[in-house]
């Protein structure tokens, strides 16, 4: 039992390019979502997905794609990567419950430097 | 989203207990009171969430007070693993998945 896997670990863009943060979780959680925290900051949700073939947009998702073709899977894709985008990025999943709460499990995180 | 406030920084003697306080005033009837820590370099982890009553779990207590308009996470011997950002955090019931992080509290633990 893995848990949340995120990859890779740290990443340096340059100005422009595109990349694809990879979230994969092996709990069977229905939520997942992806936050960003910048330096002496809280997190702040950037998408999220209540299940496979569903996406919604959270605080802050310019700049960001998301899909979930499958439970395991939430890929986050930087379209044309910006310095304002250098920042730590988690992803974080959960079970779904009407009438009920669960905890989060969250990803180790990817350290992101665009320049 | 209903908010919650918490102390920016708090400090605690090694070996004794840590009351970290929330207050969340428009708290709904749906919503758990959810905290987790986040230590250095990490991503943040579940701690505990109760709705009404106290919970009690290997890691913390959770008290609510009575109106449900504040809460105290306690440590009942801190160690130094324990310093930490902790974040109180209210989740809806209704299959709302989103977590909204404040600033959190900064615990730092006293050899």
């Known amino acids: 039992n893995a848990g949340v896997t995120q990859t890779p670990k740290f990443q340096v863009l340059k100005t422009g390019q595109s990349m694809t943060l990879q979230c994969a979780q092996d709990m069977n959680h229905e939520y997942m979502s992806w936050y960003r925290q910048d330096p002496g900051m809280g997190l702040r949700l950037i998408h999220y997905s209540v299940g496979a073939g569903i996406t919604d947009q959270g605080e802050v998702p310019n700049g960001y794609n998301v899909s979930r073709s499958t439970t395991e899977d939430f890929p986050l894709r930087l379209l044309s990567a910006a310095p304002s985008q250098t920042s730590v990025y988690f992803c974080a999943s959960s079970y779904s419950g009407f009438g009920q709460t669960y905890g989060y499990t969250f990803g180790s995180g990817t350290r992101l430097t665009v320049v | 989203d209903a908010k919650t406030t918490q102390p920016n920084s708090m400090e605690s003697n090694e070996e004794e207990p840590v009351h970290l306080p929330c207050n969340h005033s428009?708290?709904?009837?749906?919503?758990?009171i959810h905290w987790y820590r986040q230590l250095p370099s990490q991503g943040p982890e579940y701690v505990i969430h109760g709705l009404t009553s106290n919970v009690n779990n290997r890691m913390a207590s959770l008290a609510i007070a009575e109106d449900r308009k504040s809460s105290t996470l306690i440590l009942h011997r801190a160690t130094l693993r324990d310093a930490a950002v902790y974040y109180c955090?209210?989740?809806?019931?209704?299959?709302?998945?989103?977590?909204?992080f404040g600033t959190g509290t900064r615990l730092t633990i006293i050899p």
């Open positions: 955090i209210l989740r809806s019931n209704f299959g709302n998945e989103k977590l909204t």
């Open positions: 428009t708290i709904s009837g749906t919503d758990y």
